[in-house]
C-alpha cells in the first residue's frame, strides 16, 4: 500500500526562525514574491495563555484539492502518496488556484508567467532524502508522516485562526503547544 505523506508540525517547538522558509526559497532560487512556505504566528486571543507560537505552513496536500478542482488546465494531480503536485507545462497562469486555496498556497511567479507550489520535495523524497524544510529546520519541528500509519492519529489536523478542514480535508497535522507553567519563578 503506498504511503500517504503529510507535513507534521510541532507547534511546541517551532522558535520562528525561517530557517524552513529560507531553506526552501534557497533551494528552489524562488523569485522574492514566491514563498512555497511561510511562518506565521498564533495570535494569542486563540491560544489559553499568552504565548508566542511559530507554526510553519506550506501546501497541505489535501485530500480534496480545492486548487485542483479550480485549475481549468488539469495542470494538478494527486501522486500515489497523496501529494498534489503541479504540472507547470500544463499551467496557463491564470491564477484560478491562487484564488480557491483557503490557505494562499499556490504562489504566481511572473518571471515564469504561472504558478508554483510546494510539492514536498517529492524528488528528495524519492531518493530516501529529507525535504529540504525538514532538514533546515533546527528544532525539528517539522516532520514527514505517513497518515496510514495508525499511531499518527493522536496528531491534530487543525489550528485556530485556520480555515476549516471541512473544505479541503489538508493533510497537515499539528502537535499543539504544551500548557506553559504559569509561574516559573516559583521553582
Keep these: 500500500m503506498a504511503k500517504r505523506y503529510a507535513f507534521l508540525i510541532d507547534t511546541s517547538l517551532c522558535i520562528g526562525c525561517n530557517a524552513c522558509e529560507n531553506a ?91 504558478v508554483t507550489k510546494c510539492e514536498m520535495c517529492a524528488e528528495r523524497m524519492a531518493q530516501g532524502e529529507e525535504p529540504v524544510c525538514v532538514a533546515s529546520c533546527p528544532m525539528g519541528a517539522i516532520r514527514i508522516i505517513d497518515l496510514h500509519d495508525p499511531k499518527n492519529a493522536e496528531y491534530a489536523d487543525h489550528l485556530p485562526g485556520l480555515p476549516p478542514t471541512n473544505m479541503t480535508q489538508p493533510a497537515t497535522r499539528f502537535i499543539l503547544p504544551k500548557k506553559q507553567k504559569q509561574d516559573w519563578r516559583a521553582e
Excluded at 494527486?78 to 486555496?101: F, P, Q, S, W, Y
Aim: charged content about 25%; glycine content about 6%; hydrophobic content about 30%.
Design 24 to 114: 526552501c526559497k534557497n533551494f528552489y532560487q524562488q523569485d522574492a514574491a514566491v514563498h512555497w512556505r511561510k511562518v506565521y504566528y498564533m495570535q494569542e486571543k486563540d491560544l489559553p495563555q499568552p504565548l508566542r507560537v511559530g507554526v510553519s505552513l506550506a501546501c497541505n496536500h489535501c485530500d480534496d484539492p480545492a486548487c485542483m478542482k479550480a485549475c481549468p488546465a488539469g495542470a494538478y494531480y494527486k501522486d500515489e502518496n497523496g501529494l498534489v503536485r503541479h504540472d507547470n507545462d500544463k499551467c496557463i497562469g491564470c491564477k484560478l488556484c491562487t484564488m480557491a486555496c483557503p490557505y494562499n498556497v499556490p504562489c504566481y511567479d511572473k518571471k515564469l508567467g504561472k
